[in-house]
């Protein structure tokens, strides 16, 4: 059976950075009855506190942030990307050890989004863009979907097992 990444936030886990949690989804509990789920939450696994302060990466590319041409930087100036890489290798090193090609994480999000990030400016403005942690996973081959992408998650994870490609 093909496990999926998701997201703790996802999970009603009050992990984001807020204290705060999303859901639930119908779809992602469906996975969740069936054994698929592999939960992370890069940031927490990262070594930061939940609450924690609001992180942006200045221009919304987690790519700049794997590369070492720029940081992810709370509102209040302080560098926290040390601690987005490293929870972008832990989710990394668990789709690694379960077979994981397909994730769900958190729209938006400077580690988990994968369309459009927030510019970086704390001003609510979303840019075309990835997190720290989809920017890696999908380096590693692993499709990246958020929550507001369930259905076409499914129809991945669908072509993935008719194609014989669960571990």
């Known amino acids: 059976m093909q496990k999926i990444l998701v997201s703790r936030c996802l999970l009603g886990e009050r992990v984001r950075y807020d204290g705060g949690a999303h859901g639930p989804f119908v779809q992602i509990e469906e996975w969740r009855r069936q054994g698929r789920l592999v939960a992370v939450c890069p940031e927490v696994a990262g070594g930061l506190p939940t609450p924690r302060p609001p992180a942006e990466i200045p221009g ?14 709370t509102v209040e100036g302080a560098d926290v990307g040390t601690a987005f890489l490293a929870g972008a290798h832990a989710a990394l090193q668990l789709a690694q050890e379960h077979g994981i090609r397909l ?9 988990c989004g994968n ?7 704390f001003a609510g403005r979303r840019v075309p863009g990835e997190g720290v942690t ?7 081959g692993v499709q990246v979907f958020s929550e ?5 998650a499914a129809a991945a994870l669908a072509a993935l097992e008719a194609a014989g490609d669960a571990p």
């Open 60 to 73: 919304g590319q987690g790519a700049r942030v794997l590369d070492g041409e720029c940081g992810v930087l």
């Open 115 to 121: 369309r459009e990030n927030y510019d970086g400016s």
């Open 148 to 152: 507001e992408e369930l259905a076409e």
């Open 134 to 140: 989809a920017a890696l996973l999908r380096r590693h």
């Open 103 to 111: 994730a769900v994480l958190k729209a938006r999000s400077p580690s």
